[in-house]
């Protein structure tokens, strides 16, 4: 599971890669800087296994990871192949979450590639060329679906009418993820078609340092113009972000953000709510070996969670032992929560929650 930041050229993709991943990817002040996308593999921020690991004291502490791609800027008539259009498109098709970085900052000495800062209309850009794309896509599976639905096939008749709702939204500029469909209908026939405007998205405000934390008008703008978009936004100083990334000390960074009137950097926010956009949760095991989170599904079962960590745990799944969270902490060990009764023996329909601590009992 990946997430792909996307942008114009020049808004801050690169340099907000650089923050989350801290793999250099070559940053300049010209579009197109970044040709072949670039991928991160970034840990997420959990205060969870701090505490896990402080009552634990393991030998080594393992946190859940994601998957970031910064790829190539896109500019007007990329559906068209335009600029680096048809690569960017590729790339993005490929991912599973869209981070869109909007410019919401002035600076005369930063070319904007269409001369003036207005994040709506960058934005708007961006749409059009994913909304043209999909369109595309659209318009050959209908014409296809619609010969077979002549004959009476019953499957392609159902077919044919999500098609013709998306095909009337993508013309009216309205991105798939916005079309209100059956579940049946997104989940046979649209999601197959891996629409470009159908992936969740997150926008990410990039600011100057004064508006770290309040935003400004830039931002305001943004929050109307998506107000009926299922999407969150994200206030971030990129540039501020790249600075404090580049400090040695735990302290230092501390006391830079404070002075910034921030709580934890922009950054580890960002990184969360990625890992929220990919519907990914967390679990985790601890012992006197490691502390370790591992990344599912928001809905898997125990056995599912159980073949993350290998493939034989899931084929020969028998049990898994289970604790919450909040339990662990109360009482301050395994041994401890087995003794007030808190350790729950589950089966292979448990859903796992987010937070569980688990062992899974397997024979292969």
């Known amino acids: 599971m990946k997430a792909g930041i996307v942008g114009l050229p020049n808004v801050g993709k690169s340099t907000l890669f650089n923050c989350l991943s801290n793999a250099k990817a070559q940053s300049a002040n010209f579009p197109f800087c970044t040709i072949e996308p670039n991928i991160g593999v ?10 896990l690991e402080e009552l634990v004291n393991p030998e080594r502490v393992l946190p859940a990871t994601v998957e970031i791609v910064d790829i190539a800027g896109l500019v007007r008539g990329a559906s068209k192949g335009e600029g680096l259009g048809n690569q960017f498109l590729g790339n993005i098709r490929e991912t599973d979450a869209i981070i869109h970085v909007l410019r919401c900052f002035d600076n005369d000495n930063i070319i904007h590639v269409d001369t003036t800062v207005d994040p709506i209309r960058d934005k708007e850009t961006i749409d059009i060329e994913l909304q043209l794309k999909d369109l595309e896509t659209v318009d ?17 008749q159902k077919e ?48 100057d340092e004064a508006s770290a934390k309040d935003g400004n008008a830039y931002v305001e ?3 109307k113009a998506i107000a009926n978009e299922d999407a969150e936004v994200i206030i971030l100083a990129v540039a501020t972000e790249a600075d404090i990334t580049e400090l040695d000390s735990y302290e230092e960074r501390e006391m830079f953000l404070d002075d910034l009137g921030l709580d934890e950097a922009g950054a580890s926010k960002l990184i ?3 890992y929220k956009l990919l519907n990914l949760q967390t679990y985790f095991t601890a012992g006197v070996k490691e502390v370790r989170a591992w990344t599912i599904l928001v809905g898997n079962t125990a056995p599912q969670a159980a073949g993350v960590i290998h493939t034989d745990f899931e084929k020969g799944f028998i049990r898994a032992e289970v604790m919450k969270y909040a339990d662990f902490v109360e009482y301050g060990s395994e041994a401890k929560v087995k003794e007030a009764g808190k350790l729950s023996i589950e089966g292979k329909e448990y859903v796992v929650q987010d937070g569980d601590v688990m062992h899974f009992r397997f024979n292969v």
């Open 272 to 274: 969360r709510a990625a």
């Open 160 to 207: 044919e009418i999500a098609l013709t709702k998306v095909k009337k939204a993508l013309e009216a500029a309205i991105s798939v993820r916005a079309v209100e469909l059956t579940s049946e209908e997104r989940e046979d026939f649209i999601k197959p078609l891996q629409l470009l405007t159908d992936k969740p998205i997150l926008y990410v405000c990039n600011v």
């Open 221 to 223: 703008s943004v929050k």
């Open 140 to 156: 050959k599976k209908l014409e296809k679906v619609k010969r077979t639905a002549k004959t009476g096939n019953k499957e392609a």
């Open 42 to 51: 970034v840990n997420v921020p959990d205060k969870r296994l701090e505490k």
